[in-house]
């Protein structure tokens, strides 16, 4: 399992306590104003919008939050949000993606640097490591939703590029540019995705010991934290030892 996706299956664990579940909402909800402020106001006509409504759900953010995030989109006093990528290189050269969505474009990139210092790693240029990973879609279903081969079908038929189903659920995998697609004709066969978002999957990962392992995670966790920062992505793998310690 990828390092990253470990991280998150230890967070889930943790993420239960109210200051990090309000901290989750405040940023589901600027994406929210963000997306709803760039196209129309109706999650049924707007792609991202419905994207950022449906991880809102998923999270079970109240449904008062998610209309008070879009009403603020048409107000004149919302806050207006630079979308930004920072690209950086974590201990045993791991390569990690963050993206952000800030008000002060100069605060967030200070704060991010500070992060990759403080773990002995570097931020880089835009561009440094993203070629190591690939833009792409990524829907995912309960299991219950329907067979590991209606899942396939549907998705050959939806124009998906690959399903996979495991004990954890289906996993659909698309191309960037058909993603809104793909995920609007599956959610109309299945019900709604438990989630549904574009990612920056690694092309391959790299296995680290535990010690650099540790010093990933805690930088993972402190760029998470931020307020401006909405998703990190990373290439490597750590040990199930450490993911015990992590998540003890």
Do not use: C
Request: hydrophobic share 40%; net charge negative; glycine share 8%.
């Amino acid at each position: 399992m990828a390092g990253h996706s470990q991280f998150k299956n230890i967070m889930h664990k943790k993420g239960k306590q109210d200051a990090i579940r309000s901290k989750l909402f405040s940023k589901l909800a600027r994406e929210i104003t963000v997306a709803a402020k760039m196209g129309m106001p109706d999650p049924n006509m707007n792609p991202r919008l419905r994207l950022a409504v449906q991880a809102a759900r998923a999270e079970n953010m109240p449904k008062d939050n998610i209309e008070r995030a879009i009403k603020k989109a048409a107000g004149g006093d919302s806050e207006n949000y630079d979308e930004v990528r920072y690209e950086g290189y974590a201990p045993g050269g791991v390569a990690v993606i963050i993206e952000a969505l800030t008000d002060n474009r100069n605060r967030t990139a200070g704060e991010v640097r500070s992060y990759f210092t403080k773990a002995g790693g570097a931020l880089a240029e835009t561009g440094a490591v993203s070629f190591m990973f690939d833009r792409v879609g990524e829907i995912e279903f309960d299991t219950k939703v329907a067979s590991e081969d209606a899942v396939m079908e549907a998705a050959i038929e939806a124009g998906a590029d690959d399903a996979v189903t495991s004990e954890d659920g289906h996993l659909i995998t698309t191309t960037m540019e058909a993603f809104a697609e793909v995920a609007k004709a599956l959610e109309g066969k299945f019900g709604e995705p438990r989630r549904s978002k574009l990612v920056w999957r690694p092309q391959n990962s790299i296995a680290v010991d535990d010690e650099a392992g540790e010093k990933i995670l805690k930088l993972i966790n402190a760029l998470e934290d931020n307020d401006d920062v909405q998703n990190v992505f990373a290439n490597f793998e750590v040990s199930d030892t450490l993911v015990a310690k992590m998540g003890g």
